[in-house]
């Protein structure tokens, strides 16, 4: 497994990092059995970058990589920010912040977090930037290593990155959704912020296998905020109606290089940006994110296949999108 810098962390991070929305049951129920598996695997193949959130199944996805004994040199990145304490809050404040931040170092039984992410934050919260003040306190007070941002717009990414000490942004940006590429990644890179791809396959359907029948637990994401009707509808298929989704991924199959699959060039793709730090694939299964870290060997994109995909995007991908670039 290649590794990259993390940004201001400094942080070896594995470029085929974990995502851990699905251990707390977010993408249908997960028994122990298959979540422990999931994070044995990690280990196996040297996976070393979790990434996961204080409300991701109410603390249960933290809950089981804490109860999760052998974490020896693997870095959870945690979130905050989105808990029912904030909702409906127009200013954030510290003592909730530290609380929310406990919480965590409690769960995942750690004495101090490794990086903790706001969590897609009010964009007032982010304009007002006193909250980094507070996050910066919390690094001078021990509880966090370092902070960074996950964030939902170009926009909250520049708002983040206004704080020198933001060391990472977490943002979506896979094949359905390829902007990033002019726009936060030169941002970032330029001001040595560590980039997080969430949403590198588009909640699934950029490994090409569902179909317009495909059906989804009706406590999986992809049933009941399909069309943002509980959150920001660009973290459910990348923003894209279902079916629109399903046809566009047959088409992109066609342009998978001989030998690998279209999960294997979406985040190939993801890879070949050098403003990448690693590419947090969420995995229901041991054996997705085993193929997942093959694509760490593989070699970087043909330039002409690129241009194509870039062409593929902005031709009929684009304009489909929901919620914003
Ligand atoms: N606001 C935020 O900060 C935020 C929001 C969303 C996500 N995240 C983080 O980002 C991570 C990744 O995002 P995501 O999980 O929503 O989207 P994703 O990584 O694009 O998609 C994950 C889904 O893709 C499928 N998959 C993964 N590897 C596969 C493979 N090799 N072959 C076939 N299918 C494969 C699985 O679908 P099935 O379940 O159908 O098997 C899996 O549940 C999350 O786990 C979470 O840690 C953060």
């Not at 201001?8 to 851990?20: A, F, N």
């Not at 979130?79 to 995942?108: H, N, P």
């Not at 569902?210 to 298929?237: C, I, L, M, P, W």
């Not at 566009?248 to 342009?255: F, G, V, Y």
Request: net charge neutral; charged share 25%; aromatic share 8%.
């Amino acid at each position: 497994m290649n590794t990259r810098t993390l940004g201001k962390t400094g942080y070896q991070v594995s470029e085929i990092g974990l995502g851990c929305w699905q251990l707390g049951g977010d993408f249908g129920a997960m028994g122990d059995e298959t979540a422990r598996d999931i994070l044995k695997t990690a280990r196996s193949f040297d996976v070393n970058f979790w990434d996961t959130a204080d409300v991701y199944g109410g603390g249960e996805s933290e809950r089981r990589i804490g109860g999760f004994a052998d974490k020896k040199s693997v870095l959870v990145a945690t979130k905050l920010g989105r808990g029912s304490q904030f909702e409906g809050m127009a200013k954030y404040d510290r003592r909730r912040v530290k609380e929310s931040l406990t919480g965590s170092i409690k769960r995942l039984g750690v004495e101090v977090l490794d990086l903790a992410q706001l969590h897609c934050i009010p964009i007032e919260v982010l304009r007002d930037g006193e909250i980094f003040t507070w996050m910066d306190d919390m690094q001078s007070e021990g509880v966090i290593r370092h902070w960074g941002a996950s964030v939902q717009t170009v926009e909250e990414g520049m708002l983040a990155m206004r704080s020198a000490n933001c060391a990472s942004l977490q943002t979506i940006f896979n094949l359905f959704r390829q902007d990033a590429v002019e726009t936060l990644l030169p941002a970032a890179q330029k001001a040595n912020v560590g980039i997080i791809v969430r949403l590198p396959l588009a909640s699934g359907l950029l490994s090409g296998k569902f179909t317009k029948d495909t059906k989804f637990a009706t406590e999986d994401h992809r049933s009941y905020n399909r069309d943002g009707q509980h959150f920001f509808v660009g973290e459910t298929f990348s923003g894209l109606p279902f079916e629109t989704g399903v046809k566009l991924a047959d088409q992109l199959k066609q342009m998978a290089p001989k030998g690998t699959t279209l999960a294997h060039l979406a985040l190939r793709w993801i890879l070949d940006q050098k403003a990448v730090s690693t590419v947090i694939a969420g995995v229901t299964k041991p054996t997705q994110l085993k193929d997942n870290v093959e694509v760490s060997r593989m070699d970087p994109l043909p330039d002409a296949l690129v241009e194509k995909l870039k062409d593929f995007y902005i031709e009929k991908v684009r304009p489909q999108v929901r919620g914003g670039i």
